[in-house]
């Protein structure tokens, strides 16, 4: 079946430095996407959004790129904080009632 | 206030059992959703529902039944646990299908 999914499990980053977490999607009917934040014991946080009509999109201090021509999803962290590790997911809407994750990045921030 | 919040936040209970996880959402979101999380942090939709009736159920076995009494609720309740059962489960609401979900903290459910 088609799936959203992350090119790396694990991300380490030097606090102070920017980050990029990479994801792909498969689902050409998908035109909503979404960056979500999971701390540890936390449900899923609303990071960003972008929709298909759009290929960037800025909020404070993360950015997401999408790239529909080869359907890649991006989230860039500048300035990266110790409170940034966590995990992110990128997931997919194509308005079918059931938003799509991958499996995540699980981002370390060292000082 | 909490916009999703769910409980029990833990729940370990034998094999065999039968036990509920509660969902409220104070958003007046019409859409209301459960999702499983497993040890590798993958989360998977289990169900949907839109103003109260069932849009969505993810190929999910008959032990588990979702009941929504209005559209700020959705519970869950799980017949004979099993010990794949444990997981992390989580509740979300939404405005509609075209919007991103609020997500409760969610409940770590051990099976023993």
């Known amino acids: 079946g088609e799936s959203v999914g992350l090119h790396l499990p694990t991300l380490s980053v030097q606090e102070g430095d920017n980050s990029i977490i990479n994801c792909a999607y498969s689902?050409?009917?998908?035109?909503?996407f979404i960056w979500y934040k999971q701390e540890s014991g936390k449900g899923p946080q609303f990071i960003i959004d972008?929709?298909?009509?759009?290929d960037k999109r800025q909020g404070q201090r993360v950015t997401v790129l999408l790239n529909k021509t080869v359907k890649h999803l991006s989230l860039q962290i500048a300035a990266t904080q110790p409170g940034d590790s966590a995990v992110y997911f990128c997931?997919?809407?194509?308005?079918?009632?059931?938003?799509?994750f991958g499996a995540g990045t699980t981002v370390t921030v060292r000082a | 206030d909490t916009a999703v919040s769910q409980t029990p936040k833990y729940l370990v209970t034998q094999m065999g059992n039968d036990k509920s996880i509660k969902c409220e959402q104070n958003?007046?979101?019409?859409?209301m959703y459960w999702y499983k999380q497993d040890s590798k942090k993958f989360l998977k939709i289990m169900f949907s529902?839109?103003?109260?009736?069932?849009?969505i159920n993810e190929t999910v076995p008959n032990r588990f039944s979702p009941k929504s009494p209005d559209k700020a609720h959705l519970n869950l309740h799980i017949n004979s646990l099993e010990l794949g059962d444990s997981a992390v489960y989580f509740c979300?609401?939404?405005?509609?299908?075209?919007?991103?979900?609020?997500f409760g903290s969610g409940t770590r459910l051990t099976v023993v």
């Open positions: 529902y839109n103003n109260k009736e069932l849009i």
């Open positions: 979300a609401s939404s405005r509609d299908s075209n919007y991103g979900y609020t």
């Open positions: 689902n050409s009917a998908s035109d909503y």
């Open positions: 997931a997919e809407n194509s308005r079918d009632y059931k938003l799509s």
């Open positions: 958003l007046g979101h019409d859409t």
């Open positions: 972008i929709r298909s009509n759009m």
